[in-house]
């Protein structure tokens, strides 16, 4: 219904189905907050109308009113910025920062922190407020995740996008009053999506940069890197370039500034997984056992499933992850043919995630005493260490080459950032191998009802017609695999990403201010899908350095070398709290 | 008793066959062939072992074989608990106070067995007259019991008895004879405002869950009682639980509920057993349950324990608590009655408000509204402590003066102190101070005074009390129960409290004045739910009528009501001092020494206080057997 | 002494027959389970959250928010001390801290050997007697700091 409303003394025909903070918006008026978040890519609005700090005047009542959830009605007059509302919104802010540390200069979040910006927006320049804070300024590192309670501002961003999007439930308010605070979390899956709306330092992704630099430097390592597929169209973000731009040659330019004596390409190990996973899927066709097959490139989703879902343990793929087969690579099959010995080898991946950082440190990812990967950086800490290093200006470094043997790959790998990618790698190469064709781009459709679920049908010759689920987002996920596990649906395969549309979108990436989420996500979806199509080839199975890689080294897909270096096993790892912890 | 009861008449014949049970106490008769004794059943008299009253006197009536010629039962709070444990003898209704178990024995031999009353155990007016009956005692005269109608008149273990009081005739009425738009009706007209806090009108808050389209709803009873001072909830629901269940059934009837449910603290366990046996009794009867009555409407009741957090009186924290959530309140608009429990639409009121229906509805709308004043009918119940000589549960018509509260009922101020200030509405209500006096007691008159009527709480100070100690005792009590939701509330309160210890510690200045008025604004006008907006009441209302204590805090570092022990210190006055040496034996921390000097009595030396050793708790002060006392602050 | 195998199956028994395993009994179940074990430890937290499907901090979050659940053992006798408005103005802050000075703890806390523990609660109802203070379900009314220590010794 259209209602007549005056903003600031300007009126408005608007609808009151929209919140004073939407027509502001509309309007050009930009009414500061905390604690609203609307993130139409995952179907969440969430406004606790807990901060406060959105409160505006509406003419004829007592009391201010948060713009953010109070829709607007007709004959209402709106004052967003009057005295009134500046004075008590400095003071609520004024009461954030009573209760905030000062350290700002050395806060991993400066320039980048919404309270902060706000602070400067309200020309608050000197503390009238002050008393003992309520919690106790500590990092706390946990997991990927590096927290500080003292810095929580208790937007509950981090709960509703831990809760709603990812199922996952790991974290809660606890206590109350003045101590109120974010527990600790449990069964934590390391998505990172919860640092990705944090709006100040609370929560942070742990940076190991600075250890990086040292070895970097130290000439005694063999520093070598790779970089997976969702970065490259993300990295040039935070270097103004747009989303969605494709920075491969730039970031290896970069890389080798740096210092790594090898820049390598994560595609290639993606090839590598396509190999093994398609292998092993055509035998649990054939065996019908174990199906659905689940995709198990993304860490995340595989904590998931070894906290939530431990009665399916035996559906994931047991081939290692992209990043870890590359390193399980680097240091054999590399190392070998390089002379080096792999204790002096320094692998570093270059990730759109921070849970990769855990999977790095999985004992069942071991092989020969080693991990095989060192560091896992996301594309947010090499930006800051590239600055630190003297690039600044991205856009015009001259374009560089992914270094042999482990730097070819084709489009079926690229494709591994979007949502879909991995499964669609895998129809590629199973239908080459079954049919001896490629087939066209796999058609999906939604699932009614379900955001960022898809399934397809996809016939490999006329026996075999496949039934196939790509699932993003662990909240669908679950809904998913709850049908899988009541026997209301049956696929044959299921590709699962814990983050909402994938890699992507991964709990690493760059934060873009510049452009709504949805725009960054759909610009980084199309520069993969652009790297794909120029690709000249786009079947795993026909990349050339894959090919060497099996005749010199592997055998063939699954062989038992295969096996000790590029499969691994899940276990149950639900929380036990034998030893009582908490805070 | 268990046959159902499946028509109106036979509720009313029913009624027929046991309302003597009642009549026999409610009409007056002396020397009678058989007595009834009741013996008070609420917390307070409990604690003051009124189960062993009981026993006691079942144990006497034997030995004295007038087993026959005497009835014994407890019954629910007779609201006097300053005089508790309360004994009222029907029919003669002699009403005796603190009784002990030893007097047990008396009340039977004499009073069963002689129609004789024991003089001691009656009530002395403020004039010193003993006082038979308990229609004559000052503390009731200006009562008007409507929702505490049963209180102490009946067993609340006994449906019986609550049929005999014309109980469920309510329900009946308005499931035979009303519509539900009718029902609604008649509560709007009897103007019957939300007895827990804010006063919103019950009718039009039914309307609007009426209104609501939905297959399902709910009535919820809100009895987490959380006002550290109130506990007229608690009294009504262990002295006629009954009046309550049947009220959330007429609600049903009217929005079209088929469940309720009772939000109880868990700290309430006497009300929780009985609320369960009054369900079952009603449940059996079929005044309850499914098919009530046998008109096809159903209606159940289901019990939820709260865990203590003052919050949850808020009715969307209340909800989310049921939902077996954090009980965090949420934004209204959406009202529950929109969008309550499970998101269906839900009608909340608290437990007095219920009690007040059955009479509306047997009474007219009229009846009720004549009560009280134009826009707060009907009347109030207040828990009424503090310095206070005659503490307990009053219920009294709107718009009755504080004055009347306070010096008729309440018999005013103990030990001769001064009457200071009288506080209203617990943490979101604010102090009257003397000149406020007599200020009718209703919903606007007291909002208008910077105060409120809240749940009922009103507890008198005295000369001795601080208003920076009694102010800041509230905040500390907001903040520990503050949710933690919005800013304003958990850090502002925080804050406000800081600036309020720096004050009674002597550490204030001018300035944090200003800081508390500006942070007090906010917060009013900030905070999310009613319980963060007014929780800076106390604080300004005492800052308004009593600035000059504050001033005296931080100007002088004085606390003129002698309260704050930070600005204390006690001294020896040695003109005084008999050299007893009681409070240097008293002493915790052997701060009193004795001198060389003698003081009033030649023959001992007197004593002082080592400042450095003191604790100023006080202990020698009560001590002091000197007169005027030798220890002064 | 019950085993905690018992004592895990009584609970599991509530929360499957009488809650249904539904989130929503939340409540019930943490004052079922604190009347079992006396407290609630992160074991015992854990396992309704594995019983209900839900992540154990939504429990943690719930019982730490509710004053009435525990996390810490309680002591054989809990001594309450009512703050209630009525009490506090007849100085029953002056009794919380004789009962903190005689037994050498401060509110919230228990003593070493688990004899005591001291608490403060709002209002018991029992104005008329104020200051008021409980030992389990024992009330004494109208005591005096002077009356605390006499009190105590009874246990």
């Known amino acids: 219904m259209l209602v007549n409303v005056k903003i600031n003394n300007m009126e408005f025909q608007e609808d009151s189905s929209l919140t004073i903070l939407q027509v502001a918006k509309k309007h050009g008026i930009r009414i500061p907050n905390l604690c609203y978040m609307m993130k139409e890519e995952v179907d969440l609005e969430h406004k606790p109308a807990s901060c406060r700090v959105c409160v505006v005047e509406v003419k004829g009542r007592r009391n201010l009113v948060p713009a953010c959830s109070t829709n607007v009605a007709n004959g209402m007059e709106i004052y967003t910025h009057s005295e009134r509302v500046r004075r008590e919104r400095r003071t609520i802010v004024e009461l954030l920062l009573s209760d905030h540390p000062h350290d700002c200069l050395t806060c991993g979040k400066c320039g980048n922190c919404e309270l902060q910006d706000l602070s400067v927006e309200l020309g608050i320049k000197k503390l009238y407020i002050t008393g003992p804070m309520s919690q106790e300024n500590v990092d706390v590192d946990e997991g990927s995740l590096r927290r500080n309670a003292s810095k929580c501002i208790l937007c509950g961003k981090c709960i509703a996008i831990c809760d709603h999007v990812q199922s996952v439930g790991a974290i809660s308010a606890t206590n109350r009053g003045f101590g109120t605070k974010i527990s600790l979390p449990h069964d934590c899956v390391n998505c990172g999506q919860c640092v990705q709306v944090c709006p100040t330092g609370a929560l942070q992704q742990i940076d190991d940069t600075r250890t990086l630099e040292k070895i970097l430097a130290d000439p005694t390592k063999y520093a070598i890197v790779n970089t997976a597929p969702a970065v490259r169209v993300s990295l040039g973000e935070e270097f103004g370039m747009a989303p969605g731009t494709n920075v491969t040659g730039k970031m290896i330019t970069a890389l080798r500034m740096m210092g790594f004596k090898k820049v390598f390409d994560t595609n290639f190990a993606a090839d590598l997984t396509i190999m093994e996973e398609t292998t092993e899927f055509v035998s649990r066709l054939k065996s019908g056992k174990n199906l659905p097959l689940i995709t198990s490139c993304c860490p995340g989703w595989i904590s998931f499933v070894e906290t939530q879902f431990p009665e399916l343990l035996n559906l994931p793929s047991t081939c290692k992850s992209p990043q870890e087969m590359f390193g399980a690579i680097a240091k054999t099959y590399f190392a070998q043919k390089a002379g080096i010995d792999p204790k002096d080898m320094v692998v570093a991946s270059l990730m759109p995630c921070i849970a990769k950082k855990q999977e790095l440190k999985r004992e069942e990812g071991m092989f020969d005493g080693m991990h095989g990967t060192d560091f896992a950086m996301s594309a947010k800490c090499v930006a800051k260490l590239m600055r630190r290093c003297g690039i600044d200006d991205l856009a015009n470094l001259p374009d560089g080459q992914f270094d042999d043997p482990l730097g070819a790959s084709t489009g079926a790998a690229d494709i591994f950032g979007n949502s879909g990618g991995v499964m669609e790698a895998v129809v590629r190469t199973a239908s080459l191998w079954m049919t001896g064709q490629v087939p066209k781009a796999v058609e999906y459709h939604g699932v009614f009802g379900a955001h960022n679920t898809r399934e397809a049908y996809v016939s490999l010759g006329d026996d075999v017609k496949l039934h196939l689920c790509v699932v993003s987002g662990l909240a669908n996920a679950r809904k998913v695999l709850e049908d899988v596990k009541a026997g209301r649906v049956h696929y044959d395969a299921i590709e699962i990403m814990a983050c909402p549309e994938g890699c992507i979108n991964g709990g690493g990436q760059p934060i873009n201010k510049l452009y709504e989420q949805k725009d960054v996500i759909a610009m980084r979806k199309e520069g993969l899908r652009n790297i794909d199509r120029n690709k000249a080839i786009r079947v795993s199975c026909e990349n050339p350095q894959i090919k060497t890689l099996y005749a010199d080294f592997l055998g063939e897909p699954n062989s038992e070398v295969a096996h000790k270096l590029l499969h691994t096993h899940y276990s149950n790892k639900q929380q036990t709290f034998e030893e009582e912890t908490n805070d | 008793m268990c046959t159902k009861i499946t028509s109106k008449e036979q509720l009313l014949t029913m009624y027929d066959n046991v309302k003597e049970l009642i009549e026999k106490r409610t009409t007056l008769q002396e020397k009678p062939e058989k007595y009834h004794i009741s013996v008070c059943g609420g917390t307070g008299c409990m604690s003051s072992k009124s189960e062993e009253i009981v026993k006691s006197l079942k144990h006497w009536a034997k030995e004295y074989g007038v087993e026959d010629k005497v009835e014994v039962a407890i019954t629910g709070c007779f609201g006097f608990c300053e005089r508790g444990p309360i004994v009222k003898i029907f029919p003669d209704h002699t009403f005796y106070t603190k009784v002990t178990v030893e007097e047990t024995e008396r009340i039977i031999r004499r009073h069963v067995c002689s129609h004789d009353v024991i003089n001691h155990l009656l009530y002395k007016n403020n004039n010193g007259e003993r006082v038979f009956t308990q229609e004559n005692i000052d503390f009731y005269k200006k009562q008007n019991r409507i929702a505490l109608r049963n209180c102490g008149l009946i067993n609340p273990e006994e449906i019986a008895e609550s049929i005999a009081a014309k109980g469920y005739q309510a329900l009946a009425t308005a499931l035979f004879d009303m519509t539900p738009d009718q029902v609604i009706e008649v509560v709007t007209a009897s103007g019957l405002r939300g007895r827990g806090g804010a006063g919103f009108p019950t009718g039009l808050k039914w309307k609007f869950a009426k209104n609501a389209k939905s297959k399902k709803k709910y009535v919820i009873c809100n009895a987490d009682e959380g006002d550290p001072g109130a506990f007229m909830d608690r009294s009504i629901l262990e002295g006629d639980p009954h009046s309550v269940l049947e009220s959330m059934a007429i609600c049903g009837y009217a929005i079209g509920a088929d469940e309720g449910y009772i939000y109880i603290r868990a700290e309430y366990p006497l009300a929780i057993k009985r609320l369960r046996i009054a369900i079952k009794q009603a449940t059996e009867m079929g005044l309850l349950g499914d098919n009530i009555m046998g008109t096809g409407f159903s209606f159940n009741i289901k019990i939820k324990y709260g865990a203590g957090a003052f919050v949850c009186g808020e009715e969307t924290a209340l909800i989310h608590s049921i939902e077996g959530k954090r009980g965090e309140p949420t934004l209204k608009p959406p009202f529950p009655a929109e969008k309550g429990l499970y998101g269906k639409p839900t009608n909340v009121n608290n437990v007095e408000t219920w009690a007040n229906i059955p009479y509306i509805l047997l009474n007219g709308a009229s009846n009720f509204a004549s009560i009280g004043t134009e826009k707060s009918t009907g009347t109030k119940v207040f828990a009424l402590a503090g310095k206070i000589n005659n503490g307990g549960l009053v219920e009294v018509p709107m718009g009755i003066t504080l004055r009347e509260i306070i010096y008729d009922i309440g018999g005013g101020i103990p030990n001769g102190k001064k009457f200071k200030a009288v506080q209203t509405g617990g943490p979101s209500g604010g102090c009257l101070s003397e000149k406020d006096l007599d200020t009718p007691v209703d919903y606007d008159s007291l909002v208008a005074k910077g105060s409120m009527m809240g749940s009922g709480g009103m507890i008198v100070l005295d000369e001795d009390d601080c208003m920076v100690n009694i102010a800041k005792f509230y905040l500390e009590f907001t903040v520990e129960e503050s949710c933690g939701k919005c800013t304003p509330c958990r850090i502002g309160n925080m804050r406000m409290l800081e600036i309020l210890n720096r004050i009674t510690e002597g550490k204030g200045e001018m300035h944090d004045l200003f800081e508390l008025e500006n942070l007090a604004t906010t917060i009013q006008s900030s905070a999310l739910c009613a319980l963060g907006q007014s929780a800076p009441n106390p604080v300004l209302s005492t800052l308004k009528e009593f600035r000059d204590e504050y001033v005296a805090h931080i100007v002088d570092k004085k606390c003129p009501a002698g309260s704050c022990r930070s600005l204390l210190n006690y001294e020896i006055v040695t003109d005084l001092c008999l050299g007893c040496g009681l409070c240097a034996r008293n002493c915790p921390t052997n701060a009193i020494y004795r001198t060389d000097k003698t003081g009033a009595n030649a023959r001992l030396n007197a004593y002082a206080i080592n400042p450095d050793k003191c604790v100023k708790c006080g202990a020698c002060v009560s001590k002091c057997p000197a007169k005027p006392k030798a220890i002064k602050k | ?155």
């Open chain 3, 1 to 155: 002494m019950r085993t905690n195998e018992e004592m895990f199956n009584e609970l599991d028994r509530f929360i499957e027959q009488e809650c249904n395993c539904d989130e929503q009994e939340l409540i019930a179940i943490l004052h079922r389970a604190q009347e079992i074990f006396g407290y609630l430890p992160m074991v015992v937290q854990a396992h309704v959250a594995r019983k209900l499907g839900i992540n154990v901090s939504k429990v943690y979050g719930v019982v730490s928010f509710y004053s009435f659940f525990s996390m810490e053992p309680k002591g054989e006798y809990v001594i309450s001390i009512c703050m209630g408005t009525a009490c506090f103005v007849r100085g029953s802050d002056k009794i919380l801290e004789r009962v903190e000075q005689i037994l050498g703890i401060k509110n919230g806390q228990t003593t070493a050997d688990g004899k005591f523990t001291i608490t403060t609660l709002r209002c018991v109802g029992a104005c008329g007697l104020a200051p008021v203070l409980q030992i389990n379900d024992k009330t004494y009314g109208n005591i005096t700091p002077e009356d605390v220590e006499s009190i105590i010794a009874q246990y």
